[in-house]
């Protein structure tokens, strides 16, 4: 597996922007396809964005589609989700995970197909 930091959280006016990054260490990074999550109070953990491992491939939520993009550098194990047109709706713990398959170009929303998380990194976005 490999492990996972998550920074770049904060709070922000509606409207702004943040840039989060998710740092891998242990087993190859560019072997992984990766995901970004997001989970509000008292409700689930949410699919925002995947990476597949050359990054040609990227899938987004409707929910975040043309404001949020997905971006990674394997030559720097990190994978980045820039963030703008923030609304207080985006409000949540944001999770990176690496997919389950390695190897893959997979572009999943579940979480049952991540299998490596970070500790989360809280986005508040005021109104």
């Known amino acids: 597996q490999v492990q996972l930091v998550e920074s770049g959280g904060g709070l922000v006016q509606a409207g702004g922007s943040l840039r989060l990054s998710c740092a891998a260490s242990?087993?190859?990074?560019?072997?992984?396809?990766m995901g970004w999550f997001r989970q509000a109070p008292g409700a689930e953990r949410e699919f925002i964005a995947a990476?597949?491992?050359?990054?040609?491939?990227?899938n987004y939520a409707d929910s975040v589609k043309g404001r949020f993009t997905i971006s990674r550098d394997n030559a720097k194990n990190t994978v980045y989700l820039q963030m703008n047109a923030l609304k207080p709706e985006d409000t949540a713990v944001y999770y990176c995970?690496?997919?389950?398959?390695?190897?893959?170009?997979?572009?999943?929303?579940?979480?049952?197909?991540?299998?490596?998380w970070g500790q989360g990194t809280q986005v508040t976005v005021s109104s």
């Open positions: 995970a690496a997919d389950r398959s390695v190897y893959s170009d997979y572009v999943r929303t579940s979480t049952s197909d991540y299998d490596s």
């Open positions: 242990g087993r190859t990074f560019s072997v992984y396809a």
């Open positions: 990476i597949s491992r050359s990054a040609r491939r990227t």
